[in-house]
């Protein structure tokens, strides 16, 4: 037992009622069963499940035959969505040609499915055939080529290679494509995913030299969902976009490769030394290209651009009293080989739970609040399965729906979590109330825990020492994430501002080792990420608790003095990031007018002066200020107001009407600049970033992409949403004191 | 040219007079030769250099044969010291043997050279012969073995293997003893050397898989010199220690080995994987060791104990008006093997120097001070040339010596000092006056743009960003660093207190590619590190320049406010230090008692809890900050009334006879705590960091050895120390102001 860092349950303010119910929890938990979960992973992962294989759509039935078996009200929503499919695919160089489909693995599913795998490459990358010499990229972000300009190389009219990290794949081959390649190559480095890591696939969990990663490579940061229906549902008659018009399609050819085959690749470079953080773990010089005699590389991708189904499945428990309050759970179940561990080791958690409610009403529970569950396809290629639900079904959930709760596969480890950051309360009552099988305390001592362990380390980062400071606090929650993308949540987050939460174990196995390959079988998932699936049903019993807490609670979910503290950070950071891109770009000038950058340099190695920043005005962050201001002030009265309340049935109703759809009033119906998809003005997915969060976007974007004439109205957008947020609480508030 | 960066000369306080003597140093310039320096290169690394070797004996001769050329008084001076040599050397595994000295390369002077190379070892590693798995433990510093602790394993009755890098050879073996190992095994990863930083030797620069770095494992830390006469001269007569009672020699055997040979010892490795940043660029899985199944390894070192002689050159031109006041310059002669480029090419830019100061006093000029040039002996196995002289010659050089200026080795690049910090102008005006060949600048604009250049980097540190910050001021110092050891200066800054300044160039070619291996020979300094010796002018001209105008300069040399900055930067250091020491160990107290850190493991795989850390009490650092503030006040009234002073005779010498020894008012008699023989109570060699200094080391050591009662003491030293400094200040005003 951890005492000093144990819960102070008497200051948890939210939902109370509906924890209260311990017997409710003990009966849902008495349901759950790893052994069942077990039987359901090694069915449903047995052959390739990518979307429009007849496994993934097997998976769909099955998955609606239990829901209905459980006495769910279920059915499949079917989207016909642009997913494309390699008919012909090459890397070569000279004699050499890269193996882009995985040797099956002996004892594995892997060698016995009977449904064929789809090679390895990127979904909705650009098609063509290229031959140029390489130039290494190194993750592919832009400050790596702000980097490779100092080092006075270019991508133009190069294919670039770039290893897997750091930023979103997609970002890789689309920031190639920004600075003029003509293709594009990534491969899994065995510094990040591989023998660095540990012994390999079989013997150990991480990805062999001829692991590939598959993926998506659309542009996610614009619009996710599918690229000819942006914003609304690919439903039959659908206005649809094509290949040429669809801007988020890539328009350069790429391809994800093995490290064994990208040692042959990387070992022909010439050129300047790649920097030192450039350097992965393969026994070689790393090196940037641009030198003499390199050999020229040929890339070649033909994809079949059809239309296919991606099938969701929908199950529904309607309210006993508030119907027309959804509580939404979801996993998605397609996979890009045969996804046991992403994602399916989530979905058979989720229908755990799915069965253990559909009991408990089979026993004469009912919930207060209408539950939806939704088992989600097409996710790998591009939250499709989700998005074009919600882009279908918007209206009708953003009256609706009071929380969507979302997981993406699992492992045993440490819990995480991350979404609207009013919501930590509901992630640590839930958490609080599991033990953790391996610790022996909570799940949320153990996060704690963890948390404290990790900010004591001489090399962690302020903020991580600020979140255990916070979280160290009696009462407190857990740290919430800022949520970024890569997802299902993105949709109900980004497009709507549905109140968000999403969950996942992890931690203790190095991950990513067989991520996206077609190594990601039953028998990896049952030996290595989560023996005897112990914590698929840590997983059911948290997330189900949060489920059934939301479903009850009688008073608002959120608990808003997190929120205004995680946006007040965010303030102080986008305004250092002002003041410190001002510094920079003056300190640079007067470097560049100085000729200081070719002084610096070695004059006999290639060399290049950085590209000029643009100087940097004073910005009017007053009104910003202000809110924040605001919003704090306003959340504490709440808090205080919400304390110990016994509000009465039609002050209930007020208080619902009031906060349930709080978090919408951070949206813009503009949306982002230049991606008016993203309405969230607090969270988005980082434009050059992927599934990263950058906070308050707008603002901090205009400043980066140096569109400094946009932050103004960016700034007054977010402070009138800041103000609209506090003015609800307000009104709450008023609500609560009668 | 660079005209923001541009040094203002107005502003530039010392030596005036004999930088205003610009003739003197074009006349200086005009005897220095790139060709002469390349033919003594290739004479002086013809054939292996270590002490006691025929050639290092020849290369005395020779050098005293040129001083006196020249015209200089000069003489050799014998020490006997302690220089233990191999006789028998083994590193074994099964059938596996480690190769312990490298073949000769063809083409180069490793293959031609006639008498034979020493094979790899560490001088002063105490032998023995132990059989034992092995422990991997990173760079093998303080940290590495915490964090070991943490991993759950112990390296007691173990041999531990570390790798170069982070902290001084010495330490590694020192620590593993500490720690319980009974033996020790050091190679060069190719992460930090080798071919992840290019291509290796012949083909290019970088350390080949067969090279092996040689060294030290005395315990420098503790006194440097002969370890049988620490404090004196080891004179024909001098008490000396045995191996059994001297202190600094180590207890169990090491040596060092290829990183060829390093792989295949590390692949053997079972146990915990190695955390993140222990892992290297050798294509295996990085473990740490303790786990089931490990083979054993053999390790066994002989040597021949007896004593040999180190032969200091020492040549000197009397001074004409004050022949009692020396300046002293330095560079080793002595190599691990042939040295060619550490350390004879500074040697012969020395011999350079040297050369062009003989032709100016033929010529009819005269330096004000006596010129003492030093040409060490025997600096390799532990600065012993250097620091017998020192010990020897005490009492006279804490009166006479007004600077000592070293170098040792040298490439083409950035010029780089360190030293006492009060002594930034003068090698700035030094640097100056001599154009880089490379940039078309001046040597201190050249280095003054990397500065900025590497500040503007995201990476950048807060204290590279507050160096560049001041040496953007117009008339400021280019910094200073404060110096470690690793080099012949230390016994004059660390044992005496004399001004020093250490002068060296580089930064261009990846730096120690053959660091004391086979292969440090003249074709691969020629090729890589200073093609046609261009730097060597280049160095012979910055520090001759220093020499001269320290030689003639009537005014003091130091310039006191920039060491006033220095002192003022390391007290907050340190204050900070002992704030976070008291805030971990509460924390950890905090999380112990909550046995969170048990919580936080993955408990499938080994752990353990931290070392509890003492608590840390309050220290009183009112009279460390009192005296700082007087410092600054001080030398700020210093340096206005030096500002365009100009004294008459009587009043210069008064002056110079209360500056030239001010920085011996900054030494203890009594000396550090544990190690009397470092007597600096600003700089020392960290105690178990090495070459890496540790500022106000008697403060900050009794913080991170938890020895707290001691800290009010050492506080009280070190005040009381600032106080005599500022009082000479004040001294030196009052002359000043008449």
Redesign the interface.
Known sequence: ?????SWGLAALLCCGAAFAQGSLNERFDASLSSKDQTDWLKLTSAEPNHVGSPHDKKNAEWILAQYKKWGWDAHIETFDVLFPTPIAEAVEMGGFKATLQEKPIPGDTSATAKDPALPAYLAYQGDGDVTAPLVYVNYGTE?DYLALQQLGVSVKGKIVIARYGEVWRGVKPLLASKHGAIGCIIYSD??DDG?????TYPKGALRPPQGIQRGSALDMMLTPGDPYTPGYGAVPGAKRLTKETAPSILKIPALPISYADAQVLLKSIAGP?APRNW?G??????RVGGGAGQPAVHLMVKSDWSLKPVRDVIATIKGSEWPDQWVVRGNHFDGWVEGASDPLSGQVALLDEARSIGKLVQSGWKPKRTIVYTSWDGEEPMLLGSTEWVEQHADELKRKAVIYINTDGNSR??MRASGTQDIGQLATRAAAGVTDP??H?SVA??AR??L?????S?AASPEIKEAAKAAAEPGSSLPVGAPGSGSDFSGFVDHLGVTTLDFGFGG?E?GGGVYHSRYDTFEHHTRFDDPGMVYGKVMAATVGHAVLAAADSELPLQHPADLAAAIKADVTKVEKLADARRA?AE??K??L????????S???RPHGDPLPLRPVPKFDFTALDEAVATLGKSAGAYEAAVKGARPGPAQIAELQGIMQTIDQTLMAEEGLPGRPWYKNLIYAPGRYIGYGVTTLPGIAESITEEKFDAVPHQVSLVAEALKAYAARLDKATAVLKG
Chains 1, 2 share one sequence.
């Open positions: 037992m951890i005492r000093p860092l400050a065995p510094a023998y660095a890591q540990g012994d030394l350097r773990a393969l026994p070689i010089t790393y480890g440490f391996e610790a305390v001592d153990r825990a963890r404290q362990v990790e900010a004591l001489p203790e190095p920079a300190q640079q007067t470097l007018a100085a000729n200081a950058f070719a002084v610096a070695d004059p006999t």
